[in-house]
């Protein structure tokens, strides 16, 4: 069993910046490729980033190219999601999963487990 511990949200104004953790209980943490998504009030679960196991190749959802950043730390069985120049439409709760056998990286169906999500809000 996979345990995902997000942090690092809050309540900041537009044009901020904050950084997600993802701290993972897993031994073999290196063998999944992880992934950020996100739901707003009323809204389906979306794709923000996702890296794969051995952080050489990353992908992003086109509302956060160029401002959000995804990285890992395999040694230390951690996960981050830099966010700059936040926007409201980026008010959400955001999740980290983790996926054995990850074909489309931003398909959440592709993630086997997940945490329990940390809010992000961003007033303007």
């Known amino acids: 069993q996979v345990q995902l511990v997000e942090s690092g949200g809050g309540l900041v104004q537009a044009g901020d910046s904050l950084r997600l953790s993802c701290a993972a209980a897993?031994?073999?943490?290196?063998?999944?490729?992880m992934g950020w998504f996100r739901q707003a009030p009323g809204k389906e679960r979306e794709f923000v980033a996702a890296?794969?196991?051995?952080?050489?190749?990353?992908w992003y959802a086109d509302s956060v190219k160029g401002r959000f950043t995804i990285s890992r730390d395999n040694a230390k069985n951690t996960g981050s999601l830099q966010m700059n120049s936040l926007e409201p439409e980026d008010t959400a709760v955001y999740y980290c999963?983790?996926?054995?056998?990850?074909?489309?990286?931003?398909?959440?169906?592709?993630?086997?487990?997940w945490g329990q999500g940390t809010q992000v809000t961003v007033s303007s």
């Open positions: 999963a983790l996926g054995g056998a990850v074909a489309v990286p931003g398909l959440a169906t592709n993630y086997d487990y």
């Open positions: 897993a031994r073999t943490f290196s063998n999944y490729s």
């Open positions: 890296i794969n196991t051995s952080g050489g190749g990353t």
